[in-house]
């Protein structure tokens, strides 16, 4: 006779997460990148603002572990503080992209009927637009600083999520539970916030965890143009604007930051498909 047993979802996932090898390589990356970031008062003596005009371009080195930049400044230290910026900028553009498109994806999904219809037609006009373009136009009108940076990438980020729980919200608001809900005499935001947006979480953490990595590219790619974080607060992006210049003489400034970023977008993206796969209902094993 079968015995059932009572499993909790959550670590059933987890421990899923754990027997993927990749997901397991990438979750050990990703601690031990924001660990060091975190840690970088206690790893390096230097401040990222510290030159030293008579160490410039130096070699990796016993004193400068990755070298010194064009101003005598420790790369290690640089790269570490720029760490923890670019996490920064990724996790509140993250917040705000799903602040915007979970509300306003849930909304659709949940009222349904020509109002669907309008707010869906608005995504894909807007999906439309050359974002890219458009955060260099915000940025470039408004001012450059930090407060608008996590705004701008937020604003544009949200499309796909929306998209993403409207789907997810037209699946489950004709599930019995939710006609419960109707009849108990539960408001349109109590059924909506309370008991349909938490149902969709294990899709909302496997493509935020997705939508990390492309964040943090975005920035790269905006501190590389000059329009991101800006001196002498250091990022990995405008890091590796100051390493292409100095490639061929200095590669150890492209270097450092480039492995960098790369470990992290890697770590971030083995992880992200790992939570997928540990999430998906399809994969969960059957117990007995």
């Known amino acids: 006779m079968k015995s059932t047993k009572s499993y909790s979802l959550g670590k059933d996932a987890f421990a899923r997460l754990l027997r993927n090898p990749g997901a397991r390589l990438g979750l050990v990356i990703l601690l031990l990148m ?28 016993r004193a400068h572990w990755l070298g010194t930049d064009d101003l005598g400044r420790d790369m290690l230290t640089r790269i570490l503080v720029g760490g923890r910026v670019s996490f920064a900028v990724a996790l509140a553009a993250t917040a705000v992209s799903l602040v915007i498109g979970v509300t306003y994806g849930g909304l659709s999904g949940y009222l349904g009927g020509r109002v669907d219809m309008l707010m869906m037609r608005v995504v894909d006009v807007l999906y439309g637009l050359p974002f890219t373009l458009f955060v260099i136009l915000l940025i470039s009108v408004f001012g450059r600083s930090l407060l608008l940076l996590f705004v701008a990438i937020g604003a544009v980020e949200w499309l796909t999520m929306a998209r993403i729980v409207r ?28 008991h349909l947006l938490p149902n969709t979480l294990g899709t909302i953490i496997i493509y935020m965890t997705l939508t990390i990595p492309g964040i943090m590219l975005l920035e790269a790619f905006l501190s590389f143009l000059g329009l991101g974080v800006q001196p002498p607060t250091p990022s990995w992006g405008g890091l590796i604007k100051d390493g292409v210049g100095q490639m061929e003489d200095s590669p150890w400034m492209l270097m450092g930051p480039g492995m960098a970023l790369s470990l992290t977008l890697f770590a971030l993206n083995f992880l992200g498909d790992g939570l997928r796969d540990a999430l998906d209902p399809r994969q969960r094993e059957h117990r007995s």
């Open 34 to 61: 924001v660990a060091a970031c975190l840690a970088e008062p206690l790893l390096t003596p230097y401040s990222y603002r510290q030159q030293n005009l008579d160490q410039t371009y130096m070699p990796p080195s």
């Open 167 to 194: 789907g997810q919200v037209m699946g489950l608001r004709k599930q019995e539970f939710i006609e419960a809900c109707q009849v108990l005499g539960y408001g349109n935001a109590r059924i909506l916030f309370v």
